[in-house]
C-alpha cells in the first residue's frame, strides 16, 4: 500500500506542468482546425501560409493528411531569402542583369545595394535631398541611376560606390528610369509629364516627349530603336527614337498604367494597369494581342525577359505570382501590412524582391524545381504508362509509343518510340523489358533501355488491355477478349492460357510472391488464379465492370477497382472484404501502388488523382489539373515522381519525393515558419506574416 501511494504521489510543480499541457482531445481539436486552415490557404495558392499551417498541425498530432499537406504546399511555396526593415516606404527595387545585386530606395532618400544571396549591404548613396522614387542597372552592371524628387538623376559607379553624373531637366517627381541595351542612353520620365532620353557619357538630353498627365513607367524595346511609356493619361506610347516620333498609342486601359516592359525578341510589349488588367500589344502594328484579367489591384508588375511569370503587387499588402500565358495564379502572398509600392523578378525569374509602405523590403525565391509538369505530345487519349528506368517514362497511345526522358523534369525531352497504337504498357521488375500491347492482339517485348522488339507475341484475342510482369520477371501476362495468355520472358514461349472470364479483360496483377494472379474485367468478376499450377483458386463479384487491379507489396492484399463501385482492399487468401474507399465512385479506371507499399493512387472519371495511404485507406491528398478521365497512373521506381495519363492527352509528373518524405513531426517549427516569413501565435490559433 505504502508503494502505491508512493506511485501516486507528484510533486507540485509536477501536477502544474501537467495541467499546462493540453490533453490529447484538444491536441486533436487544434490539429483539426490548423488543418482546416491549411486548406484554405492552399485554394488560395498562399502556399507558404499552407506550409505553416501544416507544421503546426503536425506539431499537435502528426497525421498522413498533414505529411501530405505540408509537402504539397512546400514544393511549391516561395521561401523568404532575406527581409529589412526602414523607415518609411521602400518606392523601388531593381536586379542587376546577373541577379547578384538588387537596389533599392525609397523615402529616407538613401539609395542601397544590397547582395541577393545573403542580404549583406553592398553599398550606400545618400546624396538624394528628398525620397526617390526609380532605380536601374545598366546593362553590363556598372551603373545605377536612381532618381525622386525633385527631379534630379544621379548615376553611380557600382564598383567604385562613387557618383558619375548628375542629369538634370525634370522639373517635377521622377518616377521612371531605364537603360538602352547598350548602356549608352538612359529614359525617364515623371511627374512634369515628359519622357526624356539621355545621353548617359555627356549628360546631356537627346529627346523629350509628352503624355497629357504625369509619366510612370519606361522601356527600351531590345534593339534599342523604340521606347515605351506609360502615363496617368490611361495610354502607352511606342516612341520611334531614331525618326523621334509617336510610333503608337496603346489605348484601352481605363485606368492609369503602372508598369511596361518589351519582350527579350521584341514581339511583345506588356502594359499593366490600376484597372485590373494586364494587356500584351504587337509593339510593330500596336494592336492588342491578349488580356489577363487580374482578380486585384495592381500598384507594380515585373515580367520575366520571355514573358512567361507576372509579379504582381497590390494596394492590398498582397504579391502575386501569375503565369503570363494563362493568367493562373501561382502564388499569393499576403506580404506586407500595408500597400506595396514596387516589385522586380530576377532576369532568370527565380527571385523576386517587394518594398512597401511599412518599410519592409523582401527577397524571395521560387522553388529551384517545379512541382508538377504538364506533358504534351501525344495526338490521342494517352492510355498507358510505364517506368522504364527512375528517370525514363514510357506512355502509350492510339497514336503510338513516346519515350520520355526525365532527367530535367522541367524540360523533359520525349521521342516517338512507335506509331502503332499502344493501349497497355508494363515494365519488368528489373526494367530490362517493357511489354505493349496493341489493338490487334498483338504485344511487343522491348529492351527498355534501347526500345529495340525482342519479340513479338501475336496470339491473344482482341485488343490487349491488360499487361503484367511476375516478380521474377521470368513471366508475362497478357488480357484478351475472355483469356489471360502466359508466355516465358525473355523467349516467348506460350505457358498456357486462364480461362473462365465472359467478358473482356481490363486488368491484371500479380502478387509480390508471385503465386497468385488477379484478373478482371467486363464480366463484373475478379478471379484469381494459382500462377504455378494454373488453376483457378476463387473469384470475387465487385457488381460492376473491373477496370484496375493492384497487389499491395508483402501483406498479399488486392485493390480492386472499376466502374459504379468504390475502391476495395481484399485479403487474397481468403476473399474477405477488407475495406472500401472512394464510396460513390462513378469510375475509376487505374490504380497505382507505391513501391514501398505506403500509397495507393487512383484515377479516373471524376479527372482527379487521389492519393490513399496503406494499408489504413485514409484519403490523404487529390491533385487536380488534367481535363480528363484519368486512364493511368504510376510511381517511379524511386518514388519521387507520380504520373498519370488523361484522356485530354496530357501527362502529368508530380513530385511526390517531400510527399513521401516530409520535415519530421515537430521538428524546427520557428526554422519552418521563418523561411516562409511567417509567425505562430498559439493564442489565437493562427499563423501569419511577420
Partial sequence: MALLFAACATHPAQRESDALRPSSLEQELRSRVYLAKGDAAIESRQWGLAAGYFAVARASQDSAVARWGQGWATDRASRQRWTKKFEGSVLAVAFSPDGKLLASAGFDSVVRIWNVGNGEPVAAFKEHPAEVHAVAFSPDGALLASAGRPGEIRVWDVRQGRRVAVLQGHTDVVRGLAFSPSGKQLASCGVDNTVRVWDVQSGTERLRFEHDAYAIAVAFSADGRWLLSTSMDKTARVWDLEARRELHRLTGHEEKVESTAFSSDGNLAMTAAADHSIRFWNPRSGQLVDVLKIPADISATSIDPR????????????????????????????????????????????????????????VWARPSAPAEVL??????????LAFSEEQELVTGAEDGMRRWCLGDTSAPVARTESTEAVVSLAASPDRRFIAAGTLKGKVRLLEAATGQQVRELSDVKGSVRGLVFSPDGKVLAAGGDRDVYLWSVPDGVPLGQLAGHTGKVWALAINAAGTRLASGGSDKLVRLWDLGRRQPLRQLDVGDRV?????????????????????????AEDGRLLRSMDEGSVGVLSLGVSPDGGFLASGGMDMRVKVWSLPGGDLIGRVRG???????VAFSPDMSVLASAASDRTIRLLHFDSLVHPPPSGGNLEETLRAHGLVWDEARLVVQHR
Fill in 375 to 384: 506533358l504534351r505530345g501525344h495526338e490521342a487519349w494517352v492510355e498507358a
Fill in 307 to 362: 514573358f512567361q511569370l507576372v509579379a504582381q503587387a497590390g494596394w492590398d499588402g498582397r504579391v502575386q505570382l501569375f503565369d503570363a500565358h494563362s493568367g493562373e495564379l501561382l502564388e499569393r502572398l499576403d506580404a506586407h501590412h500595408a500597400f506595396v509600392m514596387c516589385i522586380a523578378l530576377s532576369p532568370d525569374g527565380r527571385t523576386f524582391a517587394s518594398g512597401g509602405m511599412d518599410g519592409s523590403l523582401q
Fill in 547 to 571: 477496370r484496375a487491379l493492384a497487389f499491395t507489396p508483402g501483406d498479399n492484399h488486392l485493390v480492386t477497382a472499376g466502374m459504379n463501385q468504390p475502391i476495395r482492399l481484399w485479403d
Fill in 626 to 632: 488534367q481535363q480528363g478521365f484519368l486512364s493511368a
